[in-house]
């Protein structure tokens, strides 16, 4: 078991940034990749970005290629999503995910789910 908990979410205005925290505990977290995805107001669940369980690699959606970092530190059990220059389309629920099975892109590949955190981009 896996489990996981978002925090960093907000109100910010187009063009800001935020920095979402995903903390781990549980089963050894520094062993998996680790997700985020978004999920914004009447849409399904989307990939946004994923890193390998060393961190050598890193995964993401063209909408955020150049805007987002996703980075860990497995001595904390945190996986962080730097958000940069954020736009009104990035406003929605954002999840971090854990231990996936094939396809880093797929929901239904992600083992383990947090609650969640909201971001709002808008002036």
């Known amino acids: 078991q896996v489990q996981l908990v978002e925090s960093g979410g907000g109100l910010v205005q187009p063009g800001g940034s935020l920095r979402l925290s995903c903390a781990a505990s549980?089963?050894?977290?520094?062993?998996?990749?680790i997700g985020w995805f978004r999920q914004a107001p009447g849409r399904g669940r989307q990939f946004v970005a994923a890193?390998?369980?060393?961190?050598?690699?890193?995964f993401y959606t063209d909408s955020v290629k150049g805007r987002f970092t996703i980075s860990r530190d497995n001595a904390k059990n945190t996986v962080y999503l730097q958000m940069t220059t954020l736009k009104p389309e990035d406003t929605a629920v954002y999840y971090c995910?854990?231990?996936?099975?094939?396809?880093?892109?797929?929901?239904?590949?992600?083992?383990?789910w947090g609650q969640g955190t909201q971001v709002t981009v808008s002036s």
């Open positions: 995910a854990a231990d996936p099975e094939g396809d880093y892109t797929l929901e239904t590949d992600w083992g383990y």
């Open positions: 549980g089963r050894a977290f520094s062993n998996v990749p």
């Open positions: 890193i390998t369980w060393t961190g050598s690699s890193t």
